[in-house]
């Protein structure tokens, strides 16, 4: 028990092999943590987004790894139905949900988030319930995916305002709101000419995504 013990606390998943009497073996199972998820975690919190760890193996593997990669909120021995309970808490708070997995004990706190993404060479079920598949088990293309999401948003928004001011300001002079102050009218002319550079805005703005890497 004494090297069980030992093995759980370095991170190592522990299997037991026993008849009804005593135990006959006793197995250590790892999953290295990547080079790259470190650092992935950290531009995550820099992003101010709060990381919490869901995982079936006991407390003493999980707390050693939640403790390697400076995790804070850890739920371990958890199954897949105690997991989207766990979702459910969260989003009580008020708290908008992003779950990352790749197995098929993940796929019903996928389907329960706000926000479900699946890992690259994860399980079928988990890329049919998530919204988000990565091409890749490198947590590094998480920060990227959420940025460029953020960036697209953005963009969205401003093409909304460029496709509307031109409308906005355009069809009240059209309609004749100055005529009576100025006699201003708007051309036809620059009205065509006003709809054709609000369409040329919006794609030229949105052109911008190609420069982001």
Same mark, same amino acid.
Do not use: C
């Given at each position: 028990? #004494?090297?069980?013990?030992?093995?759980?606390?370095?991170? =190592?998943?522990? *299997?037991?092999?026993? %008849?009804?009497?005593?135990?006959?073996?006793?197995?250590? /199972?790892? !999953?290295?943590?990547?080079?790259?998820? +470190?650092?992935?975690?950290?531009?995550? #919190? =820099?992003? =101010? *987004?709060?990381? &919490?760890?869901?995982?079936?193996?006991?407390?003493?593997?999980?707390?050693?790894?939640?403790?390697? /990669?400076? @995790?804070? &909120? @850890?739920?371990?021995?958890?199954? +897949?139905?105690?997991?989207?309970?766990?979702?459910?808490? $969260?989003?009580?708070?008020?708290?908008?949900?992003?779950?990352?997995?790749?197995?098929i004990n993940d796929s019903q706190a996928l389907a329960r988030a706000d926000v479900s993404i699946a890992m690259g060479k994860g399980t079928?079920?988990?890329? !049919?319930?998530?919204?988000?598949?990565?091409?890749?088990?490198d947590l590094m293309l998480l920060p990227k995916a959420i940025d460029l999401s953020r960036r697209t948003v953005r963009i969205i928004r401003? %093409?909304?305002?460029?496709?509307? *001011?031109?409308?906005?300001?355009? *069809?009240? @002079?059209?309609?004749? @709101?100055?005529?009576?102050? %100025?006699? $201003?009218?708007?051309?036809?002319?620059?009205?065509?000419?006003?709809?054709?550079?609000?369409?040329?805005?919006?794609? $030229?703005?949105?052109?911008?995504? #190609?420069?982001? #890497?």
């Open positions: 028990m #004494r090297t069980a013990n030992a093995w759980q606390e370095a991170g =190592k998943g522990v *299997i037991f092999y026993a %008849n009804q009497a005593q135990i006959l073996a006793v197995a250590a /199972l790892t !999953d290295p943590i990547k080079d790259t998820t +470190p650092q992935a975690l950290d531009l995550l #919190r =820099k992003m =101010k *987004i709060e990381v &919490h760890m869901l995982t079936g193996d006991s407390a003493k593997t999980s707390a050693s790894v939640a403790s390697a /990669l400076g @995790i804070q &909120h @850890i739920a371990s021995g958890v199954l +897949p139905q105690e997991k989207e309970d766990y979702i459910k808490g $969260l989003q009580a708070q008020g708290k908008f949900v992003a779950m990352v997995g790749d197995g079928d079920i988990a890329m !049919d319930v998530a919204m988000v598949t990565l091409t890749t088990p401003q %093409n909304l305002f460029w496709a509307f *001011i031109y409308n906005i300001i355009g *069809i009240p @002079i059209a309609a004749g @709101i100055l005529y009576p102050v %100025n006699g $201003l009218l708007l051309n036809p002319m620059w009205a065509s000419a006003a709809m054709a550079f609000s369409s040329i805005s919006v794609v $030229l703005n949105s052109l911008r995504l #190609r420069r982001w #890497r």
